[in-house]
C-alpha cells in the first residue's frame, strides 16, 4: 500500500527557532511537494522536487528552504520560523508517469 | 497560469438530497483531480479525469470533465452523512510538476 510518511504530527515551536519537516515515502517515487494548507486558502505549493537533487519553488517559498539528498526524503526546513508559518503541512509525492499524487498525513505546526 | 475556482465554498444538505459542486479552471489542464479531505485528516484521491467528457463514478459521486468548458462537476447522489468531508479539485499543466488546488467546498450531510 502507498505509504507517505510525516514523522511530525503536531509542533510548537519559538519564533526564530530552525524547524525541520522530514517526509518519507516507500513508493520509489520521482517527484515530491511540499504544501501548505491554510483555511479558506485550500492548498499553496512551497516547493517541490523532480528528482534526487533537484528543487524547484512553488507559489509560496519565502521563508522556506528543501533538500532532497535521498529518494525517498523529502525535507521542508524553517530556516527561522515566523508566527505567519503557523498552518498545516503536507507533503505529497508521485511518480514521474502517473496519474495521483499521495499526500502524507500532515503536520501541523504552531509558532509562538 | 493555471487558476482553479470552486463553488460553493461551503455546502450544508439534508440526507437523500442530491446536489453538485463546481469546478472551473482558467487555463489547458492536462489532468483535473478531485479529493476529498476529513477533518484533521490527509488528502485522499477520490478521481483522476483525463480527457474531455471523461465521467468517473464510485459510490454515490460521480465526476465528470468537460475541457472546452474549462468545468468539471462532482455530483452527489442521494447525500449520506457519510460523505460530510471537504472536496477539492485540483488541475495541473503537462511539463511542469505544479499541481493547483481549488480552495476547497465543506460538505456538511444533515440527518
Known amino acids: 500500500d502507498v505509504k507517505v510518511t510525516q514523522s511530525s504530527r503536531y509542533l510548537v515551536k519559538r519564533t526564530g527557532e530552525k524547524v525541520f519537516l522530514e517526509c518519507v515515502q516507500d513508493?520509489?517515487?520521482?517527484?515530491m511537494f511540499w504544501y501548505r494548507q491554510d483555511p479558506g486558502l485550500g492548498l499553496r505549493l512551497i516547493y517541490f522536487?523532480?528528482?534526487?537533487?533537484?528543487?524547484e519553488k512553488g507559489d509560496i517559498p519565502e521563508g522556506y528552504s528543501v533538500s532532497r539528498e535521498k529518494k525517498e526524503r523529502f525535507s521542508l526546513i524553517l530556516e527561522s520560523a515566523s508566527t505567519n508559518q503557523t498552518s498545516m503541512y503536507l507533503c505529497?509525492?508521485?511518480?514521474?508517469?502517473?496519474?495521483?499524487?499521495?499526500f502524507g498525513e500532515g503536520s501541523w505546526l504552531t509558532v509562538v | 497560469e493555471l487558476k482553479v475556482e470552486q463553488n460553493p465554498l461551503f455546502l450544508s444538505m439534508q440526507e437523500g438530497k442530491n446536489y453538485t459542486i463546481y469546478c472551473n479552471y482558467s487555463?489547458?489542464?492536462?489532468?483535473l483531480y478531485w479529493y476529498r479531505q476529513d477533518p484533521g485528516k490527509s488528502l485522499e484521491s477520490l478521481f483522476v479525469?483525463?480527457?474531455?467528457?471523461a465521467v468517473k463514478q464510485e459510490g454515490r459521486l460521480m465526476a465528470s470533465l468537460d475541457t472546452k468548458a474549462r468545468l468539471s462537476t462532482l455530483h452527489i447522489t442521494a447525500a449520506v452523512h457519510d460523505l460530510s468531508a471537504t472536496y477539492f479539485c485540483?488541475?495541473?499543466?503537462?511539463?511542469?510538476?505544479?499541481?493547483?488546488f481549488g480552495t476547497g467546498t465543506r460538505l456538511k450531510v444533515l440527518a
Open positions: 505529497a509525492s508521485r511518480s514521474s508517469g502517473g496519474n495521483t499524487i499521495y
Open positions: 513508493m520509489d517515487h520521482e517527484n
Open positions: 485540483a488541475g495541473d499543466t503537462s511539463g511542469t510538476y505544479k499541481y493547483i
Open positions: 522536487s523532480y528528482d534526487v537533487k533537484m528543487k
Open positions: 487555463t489547458t489542464s492536462d489532468r
Open positions: 479525469l483525463l480527457s474531455n467528457g
